[in-house]
């Protein structure tokens, strides 16, 4: 019986500091302005399972406006705690303006650059992670896809996204491939190549999230024939 409860007492006490995990998962499929994609929302739901598997707490959103997108982030960030782990992943349009990346509400009628408005852009989004004192930020976009209808000064300066530049030691951003490239929304499948390989190799345990990332990177370069590469970007310390 003293053994028992001692192993109770030492459960309830790793129960207790385990840290707290929150994640916002995104998949916009279905847009005004944009041509519609067929993946995203099966990729957002997939990527609900897998963070909840992981013992995260999910907000889970699909085909979110601004207004939704606006209030998914306020709630996500009220959940967040000193500490916790964050994690966002995001599947749809997105864009990069002037080096700045966007996550692009499926009601978004902007046709040029000074339209975008947050809470569209990453940063921002990362600022309300770091806002929170989170222990570890973790950032999944695949939506380095082609925006026909947003124009700039140049057509094509706003294919893929930006390289994404942080001095955090605790953030880890990853594309669905490198900046300036384009992903493919994979037609023949119902979830996109890169949330398929990621929800598979992300609940191998035993694994560090930068090696679980070197493996989507060779898996998806291997099998879209070297077309899409993923890309990492951040250095963690822990």
């Known amino acids: 019986k003293v053994a028992l409860f001692t192993l109770l007492v030492l459960l309830s006490v790793t129960f207790s500091h385990a840290q707290k995990r929150v994640a916002l998962v995104v998949g916009n499929s279905t847009y005004l302005n944009q041509n519609d994609l067929k993946n995203p929302v099966n990729d957002a739901r997939l990527m609900k399972a897998t963070f909840e598997k992981l013992g995260f707490k999910v907000h889970y959103h699909t085909n979110a406006t601004s207004l939704q997108l606006l209030e998914a982030v306020r709630k996500f960030h009220a959940d967040l705690t000193p500490g916790s782990i964050a994690a966002v ?138 077309r899409q590469r993923p890309w990492s970007y951040g250095n963690l310390l822990e």
Do not use: W
């Open 89 to 226: 992943f995001f599947s749809g349009h997105g864009s990069q303006v002037d080096d700045r990346n966007y996550i692009l509400p499926t009601d978004l009628k902007a046709h040029f650059k000074y339209e975008l408005k947050n809470p569209a852009r990453l940063k921002d989004i990362l600022s309300v992670m770091e806002a929170a004192k989170t222990s570890l930020n973790l950032i999944f976009l695949d939506c380095c896809r082609d925006v026909p209808n947003l124009m700039t000064k140049e057509r094509n300066s706003n294919q893929g996204l930006a390289p994404f530049r942080t001095e955090s030691d605790s953030t880890l951003v990853s594309y669905a491939t490198k900046h300036g490239m384009v992903a493919f929304d994979n037609p023949e499948g119902t979830n996109s190549l890169y949330t398929a390989t990621l929800a598979e190799e992300i609940i191998q345990p035993g694994i560090v999230i930068e090696e679980v990332l070197r493996r989507v990177a060779k898996t998806v370069f291997k099998k879209s024939k070297k």
